[in-house]
């Protein structure tokens, strides 16, 4: 199986030119001119984009579109999702679909697309920033981006016209990005390279390590274990809950004791706690270092409640939604209805193209570490990547949501700790020290299909076999690109409908990662049998997070068999999981 350059597509406005590829160099497409040469090495193709109109063009995306040769279908493609909570898997060509071919819900698709507006045609698969394609023949292919951090990488595997043959359309994301006349921009490079179908895995560490050096990734904290707050009291934690579990982690092997959502005043004022937490965030900080534990809090820093004091101090900060009518009003990024508010939870961006928002998301850094909170968990980030009115309409949608977590680095400093959640992958490598590769996990194991919220999202709602989907899926990042962190660990056995057995499954699988290892219970729920699970969770997690280190991270050797996989390998240790009901041995 091997890739033919076929042409180059782009998208400008209501415009969608083309221009076929006939070797390297300059490929008028419209307005644009595409430059293609090949690449020395890594990455296997270099690109830039150049207006040579005179006037200024917004630019949605540009496409090299590859043709499949010596290719035997049925395919198997490797679908990477876009953000932390996106499913990633196998999927098969002419059989799965993407859901946006059948769900048209734009708010949902920007969460979890890099273009939230392009619905998939029927039999369209997509991948973001990687892929690995796998034939009948058990040739294996992988496509992915070298970055992305200037824009975004799709990857579309269609049918070609006329319904012979298959195309793998490598699309870089611009979002609608304006170039000036006569701007010149480079794109990320396309990485490609071969193995045959057992090499899957092999070929993903590789491009992660590659990804991973050249954009100088934050791979060097030590394993982490911690409590977490959020998947027993979720919003309804209290101080007085918070010090009671306090006062029990002496008996824990806890490095981390961190709090959730529920303390602030309001989402986006992030330095001000409301009436049930009336120490204040110095005061809670001060105790748990004093407990001899690292002080860790959760922040969702670019949104902002429309009651907010940010927003109402600063409506000039709030990115803009054209209205169908003329004008412009700010725009929603996100909708949680436990935050409540005046806009009955529909939160707003914050337009990390301001100067003064940056200043303002370095300065919140700053001062949560001046109070003491050296590990901050960074929520629901992909919120400055929604399609809407930017100061700056020259930044892509990847250069949005990157000025935000570079400005709380530079306020937090290169000591903090710094957790993403919520966040498109490709943009935060080199920025954060660990990263959530998966959705939220849920005292349960798995939703019934009546739970879903809109048709073919299942998998992103909260539960934790698709966290434990993820956490096989993406175990190659590990050590590569970040610290992977996989979700808390639940260890209770009552007010939870984990069966102990799903409980066990899922601290295994945890522990294997060689991630994050957080437990999210309240402490005096947990009896010995509990404090064995984790014993052995982390004795597992320390072994493989050493592997990790010497460049063997955890594998998932059925990654491109089964969805989702059931085995995971690590330090001499494999799980084998029915993950229909989340039974397991080891």
Same mark, same amino acid.
């Given at each position: 199986?091997?890739?033919?350059?076929?042409?180059?597509?782009?998208?400008?406005?209501?415009?969608?030119?083309?221009?076929?590829?006939?070797?390297?160099?300059?490929?008028?497409?419209?307005?644009?001119?595409?430059?293609?040469?090949?690449?020395?090495?890594?990455?296997?193709?270099?690109?830039?984009?150049?207006?040579?109109?005179?006037?200024?063009?917004?630019?949605?995306?540009?496409?090299?579109?590859?043709?499949?040769?010596?290719?035997?279908?049925?395919?198997?493609?490797?679908?990477?999702?876009?953000?932390?909570?996106?499913?990633?898997?196998?999927?098969?060509?002419?059989?799965?679909?993407?859901?946006?071919?059948?769900?048209?819900?734009?708010?949902?698709?920007?969460?979890?697309?890099?273009?939230?507006?392009?619905?998939?045609?029927?039999?369209?698969?997509?991948?973001?920033?990687?892929?690995?394609?796998?034939?009948?023949?058990?040739?294996?292919?992988?496509?992915?981006?070298?970055?992305?951090?200037?824009?975004?990488?799709?990857?579309?595997?269609?049918?070609?016209?006329?319904?012979?043959?298959?195309?793998?359309?490598?699309?870089?994301?611009?979002?609608?990005?304006?170039?000036?006349?006569?701007?010149?921009?480079?794109?990320?490079?396309?990485?490609?390279?071969?193995? #045959?179908? $057992?090499? +899957?895995? %092999?070929?993903?560490?590789?491009? @992660?390590?590659?990804?991973?050096?050249? !954009? *100088?990734? &934050?791979?060097?904290?030590?394993?982490?274990?911690?409590?977490?707050?959020?998947?027993?009291?979720?919003?309804?934690?209290?101080?007085?809950?918070?010090?009671?579990?306090?006062?029990?982690?002496?008996?824990?092997?806890?490095?981390?004791?961190?709090?959730?959502?529920?303390?602030?005043?309001?989402?986006?004022?992030?330095?001000?706690?409301?009436?049930?937490?009336?120490?204040?965030?110095?005061?809670?900080?001060?105790?748990?270092?004093?407990?001899?534990?690292?002080?860790?809090?959760?922040?969702?820093?670019?949104?902002?409640?429309? #009651?907010? $004091?940010? +927003?109402? %101090?600063?409506?000039?900060?709030? @990115?803009?939604?054209?209205?169908?009518? !003329? *004008?412009? &009003?700010?725009?929603?990024?996100?909708?949680?209805?436990?935050?409540?508010?005046?806009?009955?939870?529909?939160?707003?961006?914050?337009?990390?193209?301001?100067?003064?928002?940056?200043?303002?998301?370095?300065?919140?850094?700053?001062?949560?570490?001046?109070?003491?909170?050296?590990?901050?968990?960074?929520?629901?980030?992909?919120?400055?990547?929604?399609?809407?009115?930017?100061?700056?309409?020259?930044?892509?949608?990847?250069?949005?949501?990157?000025?935000?977590?570079?400005?709380?680095?530079?306020?937090?400093?290169?000591?903090?700790?710094?957790?993403?959640?919520?966040?498109?992958?490709?943009?935060?490598?080199?920025?954060?020290?660990?990263?959530?590769? *998966?959705?939220?996990?849920?005292?349960?194991?798995?939703?019934?299909?009546?739970?879903?919220?809109?048709?073919?999202?299942?998998?992103?709602?909260?539960?934790?076999?698709?966290?434990?989907?993820a956490t096989l899926a993406r175990s190659f990042m590990h050590r590569r690109l970040w610290v992977n962190d996989p979700d808390c660990v639940m260890l209770r056995s009552t007010h939870t409908e984990l069966s102990p057995e799903a409980a066990r499954t899922w601290a295994r699988a945890v522990g294997l990662s060689g991630g994050l290892a957080l437990v999210?219970?309240?402490?005096?729920?947990?009896?010995?049998?509990?404090?064995?699970?984790?014993?052995?969770?982390?004795?597992?997690?320390?072994?493989?997070?050493?592997?990790?280190?010497?460049?063997?991270?955890?594998?998932?050797?059925?990654?491109?068999?089964?969805?989702?996989?059931?085995?995971?390998?690590?330090?001499?240790?494999?799980?084998?999981?029915?993950?229909?009901?989340?039974?397991?041995?080891?």
């Amino acid at each position: 199986m091997r890739l033919v350059p076929l042409r180059v597509e782009a998208r400008i406005g209501t415009s969608n030119p083309s221009a076929p590829v006939t070797g390297t160099g300059a490929v008028p497409v419209g307005v644009l001119e595409v430059d293609l040469a090949e690449g020395a090495g890594q990455p296997s193709m270099s690109w830039g984009l150049f207006n040579r109109d005179d006037h200024a063009v917004a630019v949605r995306s540009v496409s090299i579109v590859f043709g499949l040769g010596d290719v035997v279908e049925p395919v198997r493609i490797f679908r990477h999702g876009y953000q932390s909570w996106s499913p990633s898997g196998v999927a098969t060509f002419g059989v799965d679909s993407d859901p946006s071919a059948s769900a048209h819900f734009e708010f949902l698709q920007a969460v979890h697309h890099a273009d939230q507006r392009e619905v998939t045609t029927a039999g369209e698969l997509r991948s973001e920033w990687v892929t690995v394609l796998v034939d009948a023949a058990g040739s294996a292919l992988l496509a992915g981006f070298e970055a992305g951090t200037g824009h975004d990488g799709t990857l579309r595997l269609r049918r070609a016209q006329g319904g012979v043959g298959i195309e793998l359309h490598t699309e870089a994301f611009l979002g609608d990005a304006v170039l000036a006349p006569g701007e010149r921009r480079a794109l990320h490079g396309v990485i490609v390279q071969h193995g #045959d179908g $057992r090499q +899957a895995v %092999e070929l993903l560490s590789a491009w @992660a390590e590659t990804v991973g050096r050249s !954009g *100088g990734a &934050r791979v060097g904290a030590p394993y982490q274990v911690g409590w977490c707050s959020w998947y027993h009291y979720f919003d309804a934690i209290t101080e007085t809950a918070f010090m009671r579990n306090l006062a029990r982690a002496a008996d824990w092997p806890f490095d981390v004791f961190q709090l959730d959502d529920g303390f602030q005043a309001a989402v986006g004022d992030w330095l001000d706690t409301n009436d049930t937490f009336p120490s204040g965030l110095p005061g809670l900080a001060g105790a748990v270092r004093d407990a001899g534990l690292r002080p860790g809090l959760w922040l969702a820093p670019f949104l902002a409640a429309p #009651d907010s $004091r940010v +927003a109402t %101090e600063h409506p000039d900060w709030l @990115a803009r939604r054209r209205e169908p009518g !003329g *004008g412009t &009003r700010p725009l929603y990024a996100w909708w949680n209805p436990a935050w409540g508010g005046g806009h009955d939870g529909f939160m707003y961006a914050l337009d990390t193209t301001l100067p003064e928002v940056v200043d303002h998301l370095a300065e919140t850094a700053h001062g949560l570490v001046e109070m003491g909170f050296s590990y901050l968990k960074l929520d629901f980030t992909f919120a400055p990547s929604v399609d809407g009115v930017w100061a700056d309409p020259s930044r892509t949608p990847a250069q949005r949501v990157r000025a935000g977590f570079e400005a709380v680095r530079r306020g937090a400093g290169e000591d903090a700790f710094i957790v993403g959640c919520g966040a498109p992958l490709s943009h935060v490598v080199g920025v954060v020290d660990a990263n959530r590769i *998966g959705p939220d996990v849920a005292p349960l194991w798995a939703l019934e299909p009546s739970a879903e919220i809109v048709a073919g999202y299942l998998d992103v709602q909260p539960a934790t076999k698709g966290a434990y989907a993820a956490t096989l899926a993406r175990s190659f990042m590990h050590r590569r690109l970040w610290v992977n962190d996989p979700d808390c660990v639940m260890l209770r056995s009552t007010h939870t409908e984990l069966s102990p057995e799903a409980a066990r499954t899922w601290a295994r699988a945890v522990g294997l990662s060689g991630g994050l290892a957080l437990v999210s219970d309240d402490l005096a729920l947990l009896d010995a049998d509990a404090r064995a699970v984790l014993d052995d969770t982390l004795a597992m997690g320390r072994a493989s997070d050493s592997a990790a280190r010497a460049g063997t991270s955890a594998v998932a050797p059925d990654l491109l068999d089964h969805a989702p996989p059931t085995t995971f390998t690590a330090a001499r240790h494999t799980l084998v999981t029915d993950p229909t009901i989340g039974s397991s041995q080891i």
